[in-house]
C-alpha cells in the first residue's frame, strides 16, 4: 500500500512538472504513477512542446456578426459585410 502512495504521489509531481512544458497532465499523471522515478527523471529532462501556432492564421471577431474571421478579412465571410481597420 505504501509503494502505491508513492508512485501516486510522483504521478502527481510527474504531472504538474509536464503540464507547465506543455503536456498533457492526465497522460503524465498514469505514465508518472506506472514509471515512478523514471517518469520523474524524464519529466524534469523532456523538452517543452512547441505550439502549433505557426502555420495558423491569426483570427479575431467580426465587428458586426462577432464570428471568428482572419485578421486580413476585408469582408466577413459570414455576414458579408465590409470591415475597416478602424473597425478592428
Not at 498533457?24 to 499523471?29: A, M, T
Not at 523532456?46 to 474571421?69: E, T, V
Request: glycine content about 6%; some cysteine.
Amino acid at each position: 500500500m505504501r509503494i502505491f502512495i508513492i508512485n501516486l504521489l510522483i504521478g502527481l509531481l510527474v504531472a504538474t512538472i509536464a503540464q507547465s512544458k506543455g503536456h498533457s497532465f492526465s497522460k503524465w499523471l498514469i505514465n508518472g504513477a506506472i514509471l515512478g522515478p523514471f517518469a520523474l527523471l524524464y519529466s524534469i529532462f523532456m523538452p517543452r512542446k512547441k505550439q502549433r501556432s505557426s502555420g495558423q492564421k491569426k483570427q479575431i471577431n467580426c465587428p458586426h456578426c462577432n464570428k471568428m474571421i482572419e485578421v486580413d478579412a476585408t469582408r466577413c465571410p459570414y455576414c458579408e459585410k465590409k470591415i475597416d481597420i478602424i473597425d478592428v
